[in-house]
């Protein structure tokens, strides 16, 4: 039969042919990119010494699952209570045409979950079933150039119930050591109630 089909895939000049070979992974340079460039720990140290306004925030993005494709683990914190996240996600990368979209998952057990960044085959006991989509919340990045991409969620998209807002917004740069992150919470009136309001967040990988 292997040779029968050999023969075939010879006779068409090999068209048609391709869905009897081993597949192959079909990320592109650019979603590979992306995905090496977000992981790390980053800081916005720099940023609170020169204003104020803002706070020294630890932000860690751990790769887990990846045999399952492109996750990662994330915390985030003051950074003088990294034990303590105030915001803890699971974000899903993939690509659609040039678009790439960062969907974003909450855990129902968050708790047990914190620090594991230390010994990250402890994430391999983590299940979908730990998980809560949070639908409409996915950021749509588009790459500008080399290790540069942004993007932001959709407009109205994305629920809230934080400080009595109705919707969040988030924009996003991810550069090669930098991301930029400006997540804002509005309420019915579009009034802003959390969120910086200056700009966004910088933060500096360590």
């Known amino acids: ?24 992974n079909t990320d592109s340079s650019a979603m590979k990119e992306l995905v090496t460039i977000m992981q790390g720990h980053y800081s916005s140290e720099k940023q609170a010494n020169l204003d104020k306004d803002y706070f020294n925030i630890s932000l860690r993005m751990t790769p887990i699952w990846k045999s399952k494709g492109h996750y990662l683990f994330v915390e985030q914190a003051l950074f003088n209570k990294q034990d303590q996240p105030y915001r803890v996600r699971i974000y899903k990368l993939t690509q659609k045409g040039d678009q790439f979209i960062s969907t974003i998952y909450t855990l129902k057990d968050e708790k047990k979950w914190i620090g594991k960044w230390a010994t990250p085959e402890a994430y391999d006991q983590l299940t979908e079933a730990d998980i ?15 290790n540069t991409f942004e993007g932001a969620t959709g407009d109205k998209t994305c629920p809230s119930e934080l400080r009595g807002a109705r919707w969040a917004n988030s924009k996003v740069t991810v550069t090669q050591n930098t991301i930029r992150s400006w997540d804002q919470g509005f309420d019915k009136d579009g009034k802003q109630v959390w969120g910086a309001t200056k700009g966004g967040y910088e933060f500096i990988k360590m």
């Open 1 to 24: 039969m292997r040779n029968v089909l050999f023969s075939l895939c010879i006779a068409l000049g090999l068209l048609g042919c391709k869905s009897a070979q081993t597949p192959k």
């Open 132 to 146: 809560e989509l949070k639908d409409g919340c996915e950021v749509v990045l588009k790459r500008l150039g080399k």
